[in-house]
Nanobody, 125 residues
């Protein structure tokens, strides 16, 4: 099991930016892909972005593509989500997650076995 702690959420006006961080401990971070998911009020949790263990592959949901960037620093055991041009519909609790198996890549929630506690992002109009 890996422990994940998100930070960086907050309140921002539409058009603004935030950078979320997720610090990992407990496993060999550099062997695991990482993902960001979000859950808005009254909605199901959805995929936002994923990054491979090397950082060479990234994927995004259509709703954030071109505005959000996922990255990682394996020396710091940290994954980031840079969010630009934020919209009110980006308001949600954001979660980072690690897959159950090393050297696997997915953006299916069922494949992620470790989750952080979440960080709230609120975008005002």
């Amino acid at each position: 099991q890996v422990q994940l702690v998100e930070s960086g959420g907050g309140l921002v006006q539409a058009g603004g930016s935030l950078r979320l961080s997720c610090a990992a401990s407990g496993r060999t971070f550099s062997s695991y892909a990482m993902g960001w998911f979000r859950q808005a009020p009254g909605k199901e949790r959805e995929f936002v972005a994923a990054i491979s263990w090397s950082g060479r592959r990234t994927d995004y949901s259509d709703s954030v593509k071109g505005r959000f960037t996922i990255s990682r620093d394996n020396a710091k055991n940290t994954v980031y989500l840079q969010m630009n041009s934020l919209k009110p519909e980006d308001t949600a609790v954001y979660y980072c997650a690690a897959p159950t198996f090393a050297l696997s890549y997915s953006y299916n929630q069922a494949d992620f076995g470790s989750w952080g506690q979440g960080t709230q992002v609120t975008v005002s109009s």
